[in-house]
């Protein structure tokens, strides 16, 4: 992914199409710096066999949310990024509805960036997960 700068959510959206958030429904709902909002419609396939919201949708969700966001705070210069390591904490689910996430930048450093992202049911307000990724910043090689 190459460091693109600020991309509004409208052409966020864009871009989804054809890839894994595309597939999977997630929509941008607003992008600011080190702030983006997405969320998705809960269906069928999105379940895990035992009739809940399958983990990896969710992370699927606050992960996409993180990473679009890096864009936007990439060093000048820089090439790219990719994610090193990811944590998430499952607190609830949802069979139905839309669950929503809120990413937020901690850390936006020449090397890495740490985002949170807060997963909540949208109608509900509970939330379903607490989420934390490391990006690492690429470099073009000289």
Not at 98 to 111: D, E, F, K, P, Q
């Amino acid at each position: 992914m190459a460091a693109t700068g600020f991309h509004t959510a409208d052409q966020l959206n864009e871009m989804l199409p054809g890839t894994l958030p595309g597939l999977l429904g997630i929509v941008i709902d607003s992008h600011e710096a080190g702030r983006l909002t997405a969320h998705l419609d809960v269906r069928p396939d999105l379940l895990a066999p035992n009739g809940y919201l399958h983990a990896a949708t969710v992370v699927a969700l606050a992960d996409t949310g993180c990473g679009l966001a890096t864009r936007a705070l990439l060093p000048e210069g820089a090439s790219g990024f990719t994610t090193v390591e990811l944590k998430s904490n499952h607190l609830g689910t949802a069979r139905e509805g839309r669950i929503a996430a809120v990413a937020t930048n901690v850390h936006a450093g020449r090397t890495t960036q740490v985002w949170d992202a807060v997963v909540t049911d949208a109608g509900s307000g509970r939330t379903v997960a607490l989420f934390r990724c490391t990006q690492s910043v690429l470099w073009p090689r000289t």
